[in-house]
């Protein structure tokens, strides 16, 4: 009888631990930790591996050597990203989408650099390192919003939270 409760007791305990564990960890799977985050121009967004913000956004006629094709416009804006993590990371220009209508062709990246403002193709950020550049886009003359988008990838390769910067034009 005293074994039979001492195993009752160490089953008790193991149970009890086992749903502490289960309280306690994450599930990366799980949709309803993922959020979209809405942000205005000039507001700093903060994601899990670091802070980015979209300021000056602009209607331009040139920027360098870029001017729009007929039926389209340029739009310049600066991207300030501070790395706010642990570890190194290599961002890419197209880690940021340009978007600016419903369909599902409205959307860009930030055209290739053409000077050392703009955005490069890629670039190194160490722990707490920013980085400052000039993102153009080229956009239709009738589009009046334009929205940053970046959406998290998690390790696993799915989805994570989604952030949106919205700008008027």
């Known amino acids: 009888m005293k074994r039979t409760k001492s195993r009752l007791a160490v089953w008790g305990v ?4 086992v749903l502490m564990l289960q309280g306690c960890s994450s599930n990366e799977n799980s ?3 993922f959020q979209d985050v809405w942000a205005e121009a000039g507001e700093t967004v903060h994601t899990q591996l670091f802070d980015f913000t ?5 209607v331009v006629d040139s920027y360098d050597i870029l001017v729009p094709n007929d039926g389209n416009r340029l739009v310049r804006m600066d991207l300030s990203v501070t790395n ?9 220009a197209e880690d940021f989408q340009l978007q600016w209508g419903d369909g599902k ?3 860009s990246t930030c055209l290739a650099a053409v000077d050392e403002d703009m955005t490069p193709y890629s670039y190194t950020l160490y722990p707490g390192d920013s980085y400052d550049s000039v993102m153009v886009v080229q956009i ?3 589009a009046d919003k334009l929205m ?3 959406q998290e990838k998690l ?3 799915e989805d994570g939270s989604a952030y949106f910067v919205e700008a008027e034009l």
């Open 148 to 150: 940053v988008a970046y």
């Open 54 to 58: 979209v300021s000056d956004v602009a």
């Open 155 to 157: 390790s696993d390769g």
């Open 140 to 142: 239709p003359e009738d």
């Open 31 to 33: 949709s309803d930790e």
């Open 84 to 92: 706010t993590s642990n570890e190194k990371y290599t961002m890419f």
């Open 14 to 17: 193991l149970f009890l631990a």
């Open 105 to 107: 062709e409205d959307f």
